[in-house]
């Protein structure tokens, strides 16, 4: 039997030679997931965005631009009824949270586009159409951003990485920009305390 360590590199490393079913609705999501982002339209004005979302015309067609009177903040532009409403995302620190007025912050700007692409949960409308633009910048989706608990684990630093897991970090399954997770990198360049701990803490052994 392999040590636990080399066993979650194979899994990791050659997901496909697991029993682990594909959703395909996961696949096709995947494939997808660059044109589902193209929702982001930069630092326009809000008479633009306006100007824009008019052309596009329908109820929950929407963009997101960058926020002119807050930075690091962004709005989202939505059009419903003939009505233009815009709602404040505020960022949480410097890890990719964000919230609309005072909901619960969601890691990465996509992810928190999706929550109100499923439901209102507060809005006027759902988001049912995205305003072609481009996809959002790395830094503020909840894939692709390297963090403290990536460069601890990567740096072989078990009292760092202890320490973020007791405090409760959030984020514990996000990837790098090279999409490698805590548990990746661990498997790759830390001892084995440092997985058993990641492990211990709830991160998952199945992202690819």
């Known amino acids: 039997t392999l040590?636990?360590?080399?066993?979650?590199?194979?899994?990791?490393?050659?997901?496909?030679?697991?029993?682990?079913?594909?959703?395909?609705k996961s696949y096709i999501i995947r494939m997808n997931r660059e044109e589902n982002l193209c929702?982001?339209?930069?630092?326009?004005?809000r008479e633009r965005?306006?100007?824009?979302?008019?052309?596009?015309?329908?109820?929950?067609?929407?963009?997101?631009?960058?926020?002119?009177?807050?930075?690091?903040?962004?709005?989202?532009?939505v059009l419903f009824q003939d009505e233009m409403v815009h709602y404040q995302i505020r960022r949480h620190g410097?890890?990719?949270?964000?919230?609309?007025?005072?909901?619960?912050?969601?890691?990465?700007?996509?992810?928190?586009?999706?929550?109100?692409r499923e439901s209102p949960n507060g809005l006027v409308t759902k988001l049912q159409a995205i305003c072609r633009g481009k996809p959002p910048p790395h830094d503020v989706r909840s894939h692709g951003?390297?963090?403290?608990l990536h460069r601890a684990t990567q740096a072989n630093n078990f009292p760092i990485v202890s320490e973020l897991l007791k405090c409760g970090y959030r984020n514990?399954?996000?990837?790098?920009?090279?999409?490698?997770?805590?548990v990746h990198l661990a498997c790759l360049h830390a001892e084995a305390k440092i997985l058993d701990a990641l492990i211990e803490r709830g991160c998952s052994i199945n992202n690819r």
């Not at 052309?55 to 903040?73: H, I, K, L, P």
């Not at 514990?172 to 805590?182: E, L, M, P, V």
């Open 3 to 24: 040590p636990r360590y080399q066993t979650v590199l194979c899994l990791t490393e050659h997901p496909l030679t697991t029993n682990t079913p594909i959703s395909t």
């Open 172 to 182: 514990i399954d996000s990837k790098n920009g090279d999409g490698k997770t805590a």
């Open 145 to 148: 951003t390297e963090n403290l």
């Open 39 to 45: 929702w982001f339209h930069g630092k326009i004005s």
């Open 94 to 116: 410097d890890d990719a949270f964000f919230s609309i007025d005072d909901h619960t912050p969601i890691h990465g700007l996509e992810s928190l586009i999706e929550h109100y």
């Open 49 to 77: 965005a306006e100007e824009i979302l008019r052309q596009e015309g329908g109820d929950g067609v929407f963009m997101v631009r960058e926020s002119a009177s807050s930075e690091g903040d962004f709005v989202l532009s």
